[in-house]
Structures are given as structure tokens and as C-alpha cells.
């Protein structure tokens, strides 16, 4: 079964960077759409950026222009890179393949992993 690994999560102030990786096992990673979900405080985990094999990129508007998503299917990764970051973008981060849309939100495929956290705080 894939398991999930994220990383590169941090405390930063509103306006800088960080870039997110997850590691996957598995050899079936390159068959998913795979996507960056975050969750904070008090909120439904949401999905924010994903990615489909190919390449193609959708992202949630509160994200668009800001983050990029990308991936590498020979090593099994996916990253996010976080720019302008705001104090709402806090939240612990999580990767996972990408489902169906229910009509409130995207499911997942597989086990989430532990996730990072990310605090944007001034």
C-alpha cells in the first residue's frame, strides 16, 4: 500500500516562502491525480492545488497564483510551493491522490500521512 510522507513545513511571517514535498512508496504513484490538502484550526480538511499526471494543474482560488504544485513521477514526489504566504494559509498540510468531488469537497485515495504543519504568523 502507498504510504504518504510530508515535509518542508515551518513558521514563517505573511509575505515569504516555503516549499512542501511528500515522498511516496509505492510503484503506482504516477497513475493518481495527486493533490495538496490542508486543514486548519476549526475547518474541514480542504483540498488546495492538485495535479494530474500528466501535469495539468488546477488550484483553489485562495491559492491561485501563489502556490505551484508539481511533481516527479520517477521519484515518486510531489511538492507545493508556497509563495506571498498569509496568516490564513496556516494549517497543517497533507498530499494524498485525489478522489471524487462529493459536492462539499474532494475525497482521498489513500491513508493520509502525518502532515507538516505550516504557521504563518507575524
Known amino acids: 500500500q502507498v504510504q504518504l510522507v510530508e515535509s518542508g513545513g515551518g513558521l514563517v511571517q505573511p509575505g515569504e516562502s516555503l516549499r512542501l514535498s511528500c515522498a511516496a512508496s509505492?510503484?503506482?504513484?504516477?497513475?493518481?491525480?495527486m493533490g495538496w490538502y490542508r486543514q486548519a484550526p476549526g475547518k474541514e480538511r480542504e483540498l488546495v492545488a492538485r495535479i494530474f499526471s500528466g501535469g495539468r494543474t488546477y488550484y483553489t482560488d485562495s491559492v491561485n497564483g501563489r502556490f505551484t504544485i508539481s511533481r516527479d513521477n520517477a521519484k515518486n514526489t510531489v511538492h507545493l510551493q508556497m509563495n506571498s504566504l498569509k496568516l490564513e494559509d496556516t494549517a497543517v498540510y497533507y498530499c494524498?491522490?485525489?478522489?471524487?468531488?462529493?459536492?462539499?469537497?474532494?475525497?482521498?485515495?489513500?491513508?493520509w500521512g502525518q502532515g507538516t504543519q505550516v504557521t504563518v504568523s507575524s
Open positions: 509505492g510503484s503506482i504513484f504516477s497513475s493518481y491525480v
Open positions: 494524498n491522490a485525489v478522489g471524487s468531488w462529493t459536492g462539499r469537497g474532494f475525497t482521498n485515495l489513500l491513508p
